[in-house]
């Protein structure tokens, strides 16, 4: 009999308030949201059109895009109408180009008030607009152009400096009557990071965008937020993410994504458990599983499949997938739903694998 032991989440969400962000949500009992934002440059329509499509079928479910010109807010309003997915517009320095792309469409803005002088005085204009077009705000704020009044701060507490920001410009909002925003408070060091988060989700219920700034190229960047994300959403802490990489932004979406359903807190789709190999292996397990991964990377259900060197953990592995194959002697035992339905040679394990994958695939009930 096929029973998979029970797993869940690792803690409750923590209740925050809820924000729209065009067709998407963010806080409350919304799922949490994945991020990404476009390096093409704005003003550019159509290449900035062509990456958020490709971020879209990635998985992304907000894109950001970087508004420093003019030429990029003149690009604003169709880049907003097209998008298939919510844009915030990025803006710094600027406070009239936030206005702008208000008014252009966009779903949410990202302001930085770090990085916008004479920006208190602008807060009752922008509140005003934002609440007449129903488009969100983040207050973004980031280690790298944080207030200089909370520099001292900083140097003795910089999680302590990056919340105290981020709840002086939220004072401001709220003192003018505006509440629909989400708050970040970035950092590329994920200690700090992660005890500004707490902190932050401590004194305030505003959605908390988490993301660890400047984490650098795919492989540092990816474990640097998957360990800080993961100490957070363990916690509950956490209502959209944004995987920050000097890589394909694509790549950004997909490790955000997967991060996400690690914690189940997103429907699992493909997963492989595939062993490290030992010296027990009896078939080239990292090829195997290489091939596995690629050629069933994009299948949309649920489907955990097992590739195991040996027979020591490979049947009870197995077992608990819903498609495994365990190795031995040349030959792959192939188990589907905890039973062996054949025994096929190596060089037919991975077919046989895709074969019984897309029958599992088309006995799924449509979604
Ligand atoms: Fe080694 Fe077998 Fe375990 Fe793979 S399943 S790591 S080959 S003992």
């Known amino acids: 009999e096929f029973t998979r032991p029970p797993t869940g989440v690792l803690a409750p969400r923590r209740r925050t308030r809820k924000i729209r962000v065009g067709k998407v949500f963010i806080g409350g009992d919304a799922p949490i949201s994945v991020q990404s934002m476009t390096n093409t440059l704005t003003a550019d329509v159509n290449a900035t059109l062509q990456q958020i499509a490709k971020l879209t079928a990635a998985g992304c479910d907000i894109v950001r895009v970087a508004v420093p010109s003019q030429d990029d807010v003149d690009a604003l309003p169709a880049i907003a109408s097209r998008s298939q997915i919510p844009v915030v517009a990025d803006i710094h320095f600027n406070p009239k180009y936030v206005i702008a792309a208000i008014e252009a469409g966009c779903a949410a803005v990202r302001v930085n008030p770090g ?5 208190d005085n602008k807060i009752a204009e922008i509140a005003r ?11 973004g704020i980031n ?24 709840l002086n410009e939220a004072r401001l909002f709220e003192d003018v009557g505006f509440r629909d925003f989400a708050i970040s408070v970035k950092h590329h060091d994920p200690v700090i990071m992660v005890e500004a988060y ?17 984490a650098g190229p795919a492989f540092q960047g990816t474990i640097k937020s998957s360990v800080a994300f993961g100490a957070l959403l363990a916690e509950g802490i956490g209502d959209t993410i944004r995987v920050s990489l000097s890589a394909d932004p694509v790549q950004e979406v997909k490790v955000g994504g997967k991060i996400l359903e690690a914690l189940n807190l997103r429907p699992r789709q493909f997963e492989i458990v595939s062993c490290p190999s030992c010296g027990r292996a009896q078939v080239d397990v990292y090829t195997l599983a290489e091939q596995v991964t690629e050629a069933m990377k994009d299948m949309t259900i649920p489907i955990r499949v097992a590739v195991m060197g040996c027979v020591v953990n490979g049947p009870g592995e197995a077992r608990e997938a819903d498609l495994g194959v365990a190795s031995g002697n040349g030959k792959g035992q192939i188990i589907v739903k905890g039973k062996v339905i ?3 040679p190596e060089d037919a394990i991975v077919e046989t694998l895709i074969e019984e994958a897309n029958k599992i695939a088309a006995d799924f009930p449509e979604q």
Do not use: M
Request: net charge positive.
């Open 143 to 166: 280690a790298g152009s944080l207030d200089k009044r909370l520099h001292r701060l900083y140097e003795t507490d910089p999680a302590g400096a990056l919340v105290q920001s981020a």
């Open 115 to 119: 990085n916008i002088k004479a920006f």
């Open 198 to 214: 707490r902190r932050l989700s401590q004194a305030c219920d505003y959605p908390l965008h988490l993301g660890v700034t400047e």
């Open 129 to 139: 607009s934002a609440t007449e077009h129903g488009t969100g705000l983040r207050i």
């Open 342 to 344: 054949k025994t096929v």
